[in-house]
Structures are given as C-alpha cells and as structure tokens.
C-alpha cells in the first residue's frame, strides 16, 4: 500500500508559478510516480511522470517547457514546479503511484492522492 498526500495548490494570476508537493508513505520503493489532474466537465489527463531514480521524465505536450516533474526520495517527497501559468491549467492535480514502467492511462495507477486545486485567473 501507498499513501499519498498532495499539497501546494491555490489561486494564482495567469504566468504566476506554483509547486505542488506530494508526500508519499508505505510501499514506495521502485514506484513509478505521475501528476494528473482533472477539470470540471473533463476527463482525468496525464500531466508529467518520472521514474524510481528520477532520471526518466515525460510530460504532455500541453504543459512541456512549463512545468517540471521532480523527487526526492530520501523524503519520500514528489514535486510539481509550475510556471507560466495558464488559465486552461486550472484544475484538480493528482499525484498517483503505480509499480512498474511508464503509463499515461490514470487507470493503470492503483494509488492517488485527494487531490489540491490550481486555480488560475486570466
């Protein structure tokens, strides 16, 4: 089992920055580990993943450039640099753990967060 819990979130003007944290707890070890979120009306979108030793990353093509996907293992700790901010980025963000290699299907991911919302205004 895998806890995750998602911190960072908030209200922000368009081109602003905000870090999303995620802390992990439980079974970590060898976990491949992503960002999603989800606006209203919208369905569940991949944003970034990074793999176990943090030197593999992938993100959408939608936020490449922009934001940037890090962890820090010895605090069971990931992160989500955001910036440029834009207003189509507002949504609830996910942090989700699966085992394994790299997915982009959020239901191959067994484990999520609650969720922190990024609210962006134009």
Same mark, same amino acid.
Request: overall charge positive; charged content about 15%; glycine content about 12%.
């Given at each position: 089992?895998?806890?995750?819990?998602?911190?960072? +979130?908030?209200?922000? *003007? &368009?081109? %602003?920055?905000? !870090?999303?944290?995620? /802390?992990?707890?439980?079974?970590?070890?060898? #976990?491949?580990? +992503?960002?999603?979120? *989800? &606006?209203? %009306?919208?369905? !569940?979108?991949?944003? /970034?993943?990074?793999?176990?030793?943090?030197? #593999?990353?992938?993100?959408?093509?939608?936020?490449?450039?922009?934001?940037?996907?890090?962890?820090?293992?010895?605090?069971?700790?990931?992160?989500?640099?955001?910036?440029?901010?834009?207003?189509?980025?507002?949504?609830?963000?996910?942090?989700?753990?699966?085992?394994?290699?790299?997915?982009?299907?959020?239901?191959?991911?067994?484990?999520?967060?609650?969720?922190?919302?990024?609210?962006?205004?134009?």
């Amino acid at each position: 089992q895998v806890q995750l819990v998602e911190s960072g +979130g908030g209200l922000v *003007q &368009a081109g %602003g920055s905000l !870090r999303l944290s995620c /802390a992990a707890s439980g079974r970590t070890f060898n #976990t491949y580990t +992503g960002w999603f979120r *989800q &606006a209203p %009306g919208k369905e !569940r979108e991949f944003v /970034a993943g990074i793999n176990w030793s943090g030197d #593999t990353t992938i993100y959408a093509d939608s936020v490449k450039g922009r934001f940037t996907i890090s962890r820090d293992n010895a605090k069971n700790t990931l992160y989500l640099q955001m910036n440029s901010l834009k207003p189509e980025d507002t949504a609830v963000y996910y942090c989700a753990a699966k085992s394994g290699l790299y997915a982009n299907n959020p239901r191959l991911y067994a484990y999520w967060g609650q969720g922190t919302q990024v609210t962006v205004s134009a």
